[in-house]
Nanobody
Framework: QVQLVESGGGLVQAGGSLRLSCVASGRIISNNAMGWFRQAPGKEREFVAA????????SYADSVKGRFTISRDSAKTTVYLQMNSLKPEDTAVYYC???????????????WGQGTQVTVSS
């Protein structure tokens, strides 16, 4: 059974920081490039950041470049998203998924976890 579990969200003031974590069942993280996506109320889910299987290559949406950092632990069991200088427009539910880095970053799994809510107050 596929499981993706995101955590670390919360309520923070603009300019603050949060660190999100993603763990998954089986070998989803150890066998794949991974990515973070987010969905704000009334909007479609959008790409945020991705990291290659090796951890060497990363990719970011323009809206978060220079503020967010994606990483993965050396054991390839957890994927992180460090979010600094948060803005109200970063408010969304954040999800992780395995991704393909060929061409546009796209999720590989049809399954999505429950996500973790990030709320940034002005």
């Amino acid at each position: 059974q596929v499981q993706l579990v995101e955590s670390g969200g919360g309520l923070v003031q603009a300019g603050g920081s949060l660190r999100l974590s993603c763990v998954a069942s089986g070998r989803i993280i150890s066998n794949n490039a991974m990515g973070w996506f987010r969905q704000a109320p009334g909007k479609e889910r959008e790409f945020v950041a991705a990291i290659s299987w090796s951890g060497i290559t990363t990719s970011y949406a323009d809206s978060v470049k220079g503020r967010f950092t994606i990483s993965r632990d050396s054991a390839k069991t957890t994927v992180y998203l460090q979010m600094n200088s948060l803005k109200p427009e970063d408010t969304a539910v954040y999800y992780c998924n395995a991704v393909s880095l060929t061409g546009l970053v796209r999720p590989l799994l049809d399954y999505w976890g429950q996500g973790t809510q990030v709320t940034v107050s002005s």
